[in-house]
């Protein structure tokens, strides 16, 4: 069954480095998105991406963060400057059209 | 804007018995509404979803939900309970300007007793 693969599957940075977090998409999807998971928290939306542009996002995607598609396969997150509060399980997911999304396992990031 | 309100943070039942997980939803139109599993260190994994077609909706695992729009509810049920069922089980509904966005739930965590 196809799925959504991310790595690193758990990566711990100095405050204040960037971070990129990656993401391969279900092949025939054209719809990916961001979603992270504060411990303890629930499951906020982050960005949607569609034909190479931020379709949707949310308050919280400030301007640390940003979203790339470099090229056919994978769809990344950068942090630019982390904070010690970006310490999140970030979930990486894709969709066709509005069909169910697919999420990845999650890539827990700890900012210290 | 649309929400759900997952109504127990923690559910316990013992293996063998009935799984009740209540979820009331929040919508200004007919909602596509989702319940995902999260097994300890795993992905969200979605277990069903609802997009009008029919009420009663049967998902994976022996698991089912029942849409009432009366009741503004769609319970995740199951009528026995396994230990690999032990997870946290995510309500969600789609929102959005243009549908893609999902919003959860705090999330119930379920505890299977042997």
């Known amino acids: 069954e196809p799925e959504v693969t991310q790595t690193p599957s758990h990566q711990v940075t100095q405050m204040g480095q960037e971070v990129i977090l990656r993401c391969v998409p279900i092949?025939?999807?054209?719809?990916f998105y961001w979603y992270r998971q504060i411990l303890g928290q629930k499951v906020e939306f982050l960005v949607s991406?569609?034909?190479?542009?931020?379709?949707?996002k949310s308050e919280i995607f400030d301007d640390q963060f940003s979203v790339e598609r470099p090229d056919g396969s994978n769809f990344t997150l950068k942090i630019r400057s982390t904070k010690l509060e970006d310490s999140a399980m970030y979930f990486c997911?894709?969709?066709?059209?509005?069909?169910?999304?697919?999420f990845g396992e999650g890539s827990w990031l700890t900012v210290v | 804007a649309q929400s759900v309100t997952q109504l127990d943070s923690h559910v316990s039942v013992s293996e063998g018995t009935p799984v009740l997980l209540r979820c009331n939803y929040s919508?200004?139109?007919?909602?596509?509404l989702f319940w995902y599993v999260q097994h300890p260190n795993k992905g969200l994994q979605l277990l069903l979803k609802?997009?009008?077609?029919?009420?009663l909706v049967k998902g994976i695992n022996g698991f089912e939900a029942e849409f009432k729009k009366s009741e503004t509810s769609f319970h995740l049920t199951k009528p026995s309970a396994h230990m690999s069922d032990a997870a946290e089980y995510f309500c969600?509904?789609?929102?959005?300007?243009?549908?893609?966005?999902?919003?959860f739930g705090a999330g119930t965590i379920l505890r299977v007793k042997s």
């Open positions: 997911a894709s969709s066709e059209a509005l069909g169910t999304i697919y």
């Open positions: 092949s025939n999807h054209l719809y």
């Open positions: 991406f569609y034909n190479n542009e931020i379709s949707e």
């Open positions: 919508s200004s139109y007919s909602p596509s």
């Open positions: 609802y997009t009008s077609a029919a009420t």
């Open positions: 969600v509904v789609r929102s959005g300007e243009y549908g893609n966005k999902l919003v």
